[in-house]
């Protein structure tokens, strides 16, 4: 085999550098690709680092904040948390309040509110019937009456009215038993709800809530408006006195001279020179008739 320039065809080895040069390429790639590797790995382990540092500060956060909100109960908690049980609250005495208010009445009667009085004195009443608490509840009625006057008795009596009393205290109050009377019927007056005087010229009615009486034949200057009729006068429970001619009232029982008789709260005494007077027990409050003159009091 020919070659240019007449030089001989190659039949030998290759040169070792030729070999040894392709070799050094395949052994400078191994480092590369360890390089490599380890950098992902670096990477990976520093990832992980990271997210426990991350996790265990945002944990750590959360609990010191959740200790903050919560703190441990101290002995001043624990003592509130005990008073305001409402167990404890539950098993306390309903009528305890009540029955301290209604104390302070009976010691040291205040007369400003006879509504705010009788709410006491009612819920003490609905919570209790011992019979310690319905002494006390006279008690209170009693000093409330003779400290305050026959104003405020009529104002309380009336405030029990309107409030839903259990039978016992709607019996006290409707009694005279707590009330001081500032003119008292006799002692030996009869119950009656009607009478005429034995000359018949005075007729007298008890209402619920007054008396009243009509003169028929008078010598005495009418009242106003009623010249020459029946004067009727009246005395209600609050010891008010009025006369007019609007009425004229009848009654047959006819009572004797001397004999006092009363009903409700109102009294009266029939004459034969001092004619018929009448009254309001709790006021002392009234009026007085015979033919010859007339006088409210």
Known sequence: MSTPNGEQPF????????????????????????????????GVVLIISLSVIFYLKVFRTTAGAANIEQPEPTATSQAATTDSDPTEEASADPAEDARQTVSDLASSPACDSASGAAQSIVTLANASDSADDEAL??????ALSKECGAEYTVDIRNAFGDADVPESLATLVSSNDWVTLAKPAPDDASDVTEFTSPAENVRCVFGDEDVACSIYVYDYPSPDGCEGKTATYRVNESGDVDASCKEELNANNIIDYGTPVSHNGF???????????????????????????????
Do not use: V
């Open 11 to 42: 039949n030998g080895e290759w040169p070792q550098q030729q070999s040894n040069g392709a070799g050094a390429s395949q052994d400078n790639a191994t480092p590369s690709r360890s390089a490599l590797y380890f950098l992902i790995f670096a």
């Open 267 to 297: 009294a009266c005494t029939i004459e034969q020179y001092e004619g018929t007077t009448c009254w309001n027990e709790l006021t002392g409050n009234g009026f007085q008739l015979k033919r010859a003159s007339d006088r409210t009091f």
């Open 137 to 142: 509840i006279e008690d209170a009625l009693t």
